[in-house]
């Protein structure tokens, strides 16, 4: 792509008035890396528009000139889609409005920059639950989780990003404005180009506001931490949740020992419920529109369970607090397993009904490609997202581990084509997956999708890095 001349750069900062831009080496820095320390960018200039105008008025500007833009959220994803590589930077974090809450419609619309935790506390405010919900929530903005399609805890009974927007409006990389701001669940009049946009990763324009999804805020809410000798015993642990709860479950989440172990050692002031740590603990949440009725529901399941053999032991959240305790358990496994020097990290998906033979079958492929890697899993076992990583042996060394990054991950990967899933379940494919992503798609998808970009973006300035594109359609 084309740099951006002095004149361009310029042209910039006339667009967006001395408050929207820095060139300030300690402004950009945090801008520049990820969270994972795995890409440090670099970037001719920041651009901060405060409004969707500015926003426009920037990407005309690199419209016209035919420079690259990075779209950028709360700088959160984990597979580098958003750091530049001497492209402009868009950020989208002062983009703070909040224009219209609907509490009749179930609907509110935010603008980019409101982070999710933000989100959440403006639906509360207004009588209602938005039901997204994420590790890093208090950073991902709206923009950003719209942009990567982002999934999280709740997805079981809410579904993803794409299954909570109603509208959207956006900048599109000539720099027009598309005001798709609805609040209908019903538009049966042609494509759904707001769909396009959602999981794009920043390819088919820049995200400004968007009108999400609200729901009845329940009455009530059970929190358990159960534990299990397999990971088998999981999956018939959720179809009967599903069946003695009448689809309450909200979130039900399954963690390996080696994870739980790691979380006690590395995150202070953190205590397993369940001692001895089981081989496999799960996390399950319940609510209920009736006041009492969460708790009675997690009873019977739990009783139904032991029972049945399914589980061994369990642990009740008694108040909010416990039940912020047992989240947090769960929440910073990522953190817990980054002091141990990194790893091989794989976002997957396969059937719900396949999950334990995945995990059998993929330890077992692991352990021979790799004698002494230790393998963590942890996820949405309720919507099939497995977190599957896999770390250095105690004293191995982690350089040389990681080295062996990209063949120990296409081990895992053909794997989970095998199993007919996904090597990317919620982070996206960004820097980190878009070659990689090309051994497992149809020659079909690539052509088609890069079709859509190309028509689109023609001149391909929107994140040229990332996904696929007219000039590079396969392998």
């Given at each position: 792509?084309?740099?951006?001349?002095?004149?361009?750069?310029?042209?910039?900062?006339?667009?967006?008035?001395?408050?929207?831009?820095?060139?300030?080496?300690?402004?950009?820095?945090?801008?520049?890396?990820?969270?994972?320390?795995?890409?440090?960018?670099?970037?001719?200039?920041?651009?901060?528009?405060?409004?969707?105008?500015?926003?426009?008025?920037?990407?005309?500007?690199?419209?016209?000139?035919?420079?690259?833009?990075?779209?950028?959220?709360?700088?959160?994803?984990?597979?580098?889609?958003?750091?530049?590589?001497?492209?402009?930077?868009?950020?989208?974090?002062?983009?703070?409005?909040?224009?219209?809450?609907?509490?009749?419609?179930?609907?509110?619309?935010?603008?980019?920059?409101?982070?999710?935790?933000?989100?959440?506390?403006?639906?509360?405010?207004?009588?209602?639950?938005?039901?997204?919900?994420?590790?890093?929530?208090?950073?991902?903005?709206?923009?950003?989780?719209?942009?990567?399609?982002?999934?999280?805890?709740?997805?079981?009974?809410?579904?993803?990003?794409?299954?909570?927007?109603?509208?959207?409006?956006?900048?599109?990389?000539?720099?027009?404005?598309?005001?798709?701001?609805?609040?209908?669940?019903?538009?049966?009049t042609g494509y759904d180009l707001k769909q396009l946009l959602i999981g794009a990763e920043g390819t088919l324009g820049v995200v400004t506001a968007a009108t999400l999804k609200l729901f009845p805020i329940m009455r009530?809410?059970?929190?358990?931490?159960?534990?299990?000798?397999?990971?088998?015993?999981?999956?018939?642990?959720?179809?009967?949740?599903?069946?003695?709860?009448?689809?309450?479950?909200?979130?039900?989440?399954?963690?390996?020992?080696?994870?739980?172990?790691?979380?006690?050692?590395?995150?202070?002031?953190?205590?397993?419920?369940?001692?001895?740590?089981?081989?496999?603990?799960?996390?399950?949440?319940?609510?209920?529109?009736?006041p009492g009725g969460a708790e009675a529901q997690m009873e019977s399941l739990l009783e139904v369970a032991f029972e049945e053999g399914l589980i061994t032991d369990a642990a009740i959240a008694q108040n909010d607090a416990?039940?912020?305790?047992?989240?947090?358990?769960?929440?910073?496994?990522?953190?817990?397993?980054?002091?141990?020097?990194?790893?091989?990290?794989?976002?997957?998906?396969?059937?719900?009904?396949?999950?334990?033979?995945?995990?059998?079958?993929?330890?077992?492929?692991?352990?021979?490609?790799?004698?002494?890697?230790?393998?963590?899993?942890?996820?949405?076992?309720?919507?099939?997202?497995?977190?599957?990583?896999?770390?250095?042996?105690?004293?191995?060394?982690?350089?040389?581990?990681?080295?062996?990054?990209?063949?120990?991950?296409?081990?895992?990967?053909?794997?989970?084509?095998?199993?007919?899933?996904?090597?990317?379940?919620?982070?996206?494919?960004?820097?980190?997956?878009?070659?990689?992503?090309?051994?497992?798609?149809?020659?079909?998808?690539?052509?088609?999708?890069?079709?859509?970009?190309?028509?689109?973006?023609?001149?391909?300035?929107?994140?040229?890095?990332?996904?696929?594109?007219?000039?590079?359609?396969?392998?």
């Amino acid at each position: 792509m084309t740099p951006p001349s002095p004149a361009v750069l310029d042209d910039l900062k006339a667009a967006l008035g001395p408050s929207g831009w820095s060139q300030d080496p300690f402004t950009l820095a945090p801008y520049l890396t990820e969270w994972r320390n795995r890409w440090t960018g670099e970037t001719p200039i920041l651009l901060t528009p405060g409004t969707t105008e500015q926003v426009q008025r920037a990407v005309a500007v690199c419209a016209a000139h035919g420079v690259a833009i990075i779209p950028q959220g709360g700088n959160s994803g984990l597979v580098g889609g958003q750091i530049p590589y001497g492209e402009v930077l868009l950020s989208t974090r002062r983009l703070r409005a909040v224009r219209d809450v609907t509490p009749l419609d179930d609907a509110m619309t935010l603008e980019a920059g409101i982070t999710l935790l933000e989100a959440q506390h403006h639906a509360r405010d207004a009588g209602r639950f938005f039901p997204l919900s994420l590790a890093a929530e208090g950073s991902a903005t709206i923009g950003g989780v719209i942009s990567t399609n982002a999934g999280g805890t709740q997805v079981l009974r809410y579904g993803m990003m794409r299954d909570l927007v109603l509208g959207i409006e956006a900048v599109m990389p000539n720099g027009e404005v598309f005001n798709g701001l609805k609040r209908l669940r019903k538009d049966n009049t042609g494509y759904d180009l707001k769909q396009l946009l959602i999981g794009a990763e920043g390819t088919l324009g820049v995200v400004t506001a968007a009108t999400l999804k609200l729901f009845p805020i329940m009455r009530s809410r059970a929190v358990a931490m159960v534990a299990l000798e397999t990971a088998g015993a999981s999956i018939e642990l959720l179809a009967r949740a599903k069946q003695e709860t009448g689809g309450g479950v909200e979130a039900f989440e399954l963690m390996k020992r080696l994870g739980a172990e790691l979380v006690v050692k590395n995150i202070p002031d953190s205590r397993w419920p369940l001692d001895p740590v089981p081989a496999w603990s799960v996390l399950i949440e319940i609510a209920s529109g009736t006041p009492g009725g969460a708790e009675a529901q997690m009873e019977s399941l739990l009783e139904v369970a032991f029972e049945e053999g399914l589980i061994t032991d369990a642990a009740i959240a008694q108040n909010d607090a416990q039940r912020a305790a047992f989240w947090r358990l769960r929440e910073e496994h990522s953190a817990a397993l980054k002091p141990e020097g990194g790893g091989w990290k794989h976002d997957v998906s396969v059937p719900i009904s396949r999950i334990a033979d995945f995990i059998d079958e993929a330890t077992a492929a692991v352990e021979r490609f790799h004698p002494g890697a230790r393998v963590s899993v942890f996820g949405h076992i309720g919507d099939g997202n497995l977190h599957y990583d896999i770390l250095p042996g105690v004293g191995e060394d982690v350089p040389a581990f990681i080295a062996r990054w990209k063949e120990g991950s296409r081990v895992v990967h053909d794997i989970v084509a095998r199993y007919d899933g996904s090597i990317s379940a919620e982070h996206g494919l960004g820097r980190l997956k878009t070659d990689e992503v090309r051994r497992y798609k149809s020659p079909l998808e690539v052509a088609t999708m890069a079709a859509i970009r190309g028509a689109i973006d023609p001149k391909g300035i929107m994140n040229p890095a990332v996904l696929f594109s007219p000039e590079r359609p396969s392998c």
